[in-house]
């Protein structure tokens, strides 16, 4: 992991736990109460509760720059870079599975994409953003090439402030990609505060076995879970060949069926992953109220599904 974190780590990073997210409804954390040793919760650490309200981000409607302080490749396409806040003193302030605006000039018009931190309120002074580099996109080919001191420009919206922990008792997260960002942070709420006994299962769709983002840290997590998590992969091109023994192919209702809760009054299902499985398991993100597609099918409400 990258050494920003083990600096912090080793400065004893001052931590602002809330064990539960319905107590943190209308104020910031001002009384820190810590279940864990100190530690910046990224993919290197255990899962750390820190959970903030919604509209405590030190981001807010405004663009503010923020300083690139570190950038590691964790995966040949995949980077982990590490922004430094205006205020060092201060935590991201950004509630659970929220995510961030980002922008960059380009020809005299704005480039704007949205990323979801994988660093959790635990990172003082810093955060971190989980980019996969596509060859022609427009915002990770700028990121990819930034310089360390460089800026980049930030805001938070509400509307993009999604479902709040605490979350139903059975959470089902069906995940493509870089989709795993939100839920990390979804987990480290979930998997790091000591009385949480939500049960969560992951399908997670990758396209080759080397694609799979956060692997060690998931497996880690879900040994560590005592049974409440379990995570399995789908791999859409891995060789023929290849050892894999696990799924292949896409996320399909008998996958679903065999590893994600039914659809009873006490469940949660996340999607977060590309525009195509969104269209296939519950219809487009951009029809939030709208249930179409495998989930609608197999029974689940449009109240249960999540779009990310
Ligand atoms: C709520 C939310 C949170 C997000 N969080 C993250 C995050 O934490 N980390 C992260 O890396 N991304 C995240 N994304 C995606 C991110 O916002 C950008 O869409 C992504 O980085 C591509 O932007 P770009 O400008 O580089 O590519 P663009 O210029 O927009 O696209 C150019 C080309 O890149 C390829 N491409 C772009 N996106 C995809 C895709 N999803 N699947 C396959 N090919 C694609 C296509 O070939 C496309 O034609 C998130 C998206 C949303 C909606």
């Known amino acids: 992991m990258a050494a920003s974190t083990k600096e912090l780590t080793a400065n004893g990073a001052k931590v602002t736990t809330v064990a539960n997210g319905a107590d943190a409804t209308a104020a910031p954390p001002v009384e820190p109460h810590v279940t864990a040793p100190p530690t910046a919760s990224t993919l290197s650490s255990p899962p750390h509760a820190a959970v903030y309200p919604a509209g405590q981000c030190v981001f807010g409607e405004d663009w503010t720059a923020a300083t690139l302080v570190a950038k590691e490749r964790c995966k040949e396409t995949t980077a982990i870079l590490t922004f430094e806040l205006p205020d060092t003193s201060k935590p991201l302030g950004l509630s659970t599975c929220a995510c961030i605006l980002a922008k960059f000039d380009r020809d005299g018009s704005a480039v704007v994409r949205p990323y979801t931190p994988i660093s959790t309120n635990a990172m003082i002074g810093r955060f971190e953003l989980l980019v996969k580099i596509y060859a022609q996109g427009a915002m990770s080919q700028y990121l990819d090439g930034l310089q360390i001191g460089s800026s980049v420009e930030f805001k938070h919206i509400p509307f993009n402030v999604k479902v709040q922990y605490p979350f139903a008792p059975k959470v089902g997260m069906l995940i493509g990609g870089t989709g795993i960002a939100p839920m990390i942070q979804a987990l480290h709420a979930i998997l ?43 791999l859409s091109e891995e060789p023929d ?68």
């Not at 006994?197 to 769709?205: F, I, Q």
């Not at 179409?292 to 409400?301: D, F, N, Q, R, S």
């Open 192 to 234: 790091g505060t000591a009385d949480d006994t939500t049960a969560v299962s992951m399908l997670y769709a990758s396209k080759v076995k080397e694609d799979i983002l956060a692997q060690e840290t998931l497996e880690a997590w879900a040994a560590n879970s005592e049974g409440r998590f379990t995570c399995h992969h789908v």
């Open 241 to 308: 060949g290849s050892p894999w023994t696990g799924a292949r192919g896409l996320i399909t209702r008998e996958l679903i069926e065999a590893h994600l809760p039914a659809p009873t009054d006490d469940v949660v299902i996340f999607v977060c992953g590309p525009p195509g499985m969104y269209e296939s398991l519950c219809g487009p993100r951009n029809e939030p109220q709208e249930l179409k597609g495998i989930l609608a099918e197999m029974g689940y409400t449009a109240a249960q599904v999540v779009k990310f």
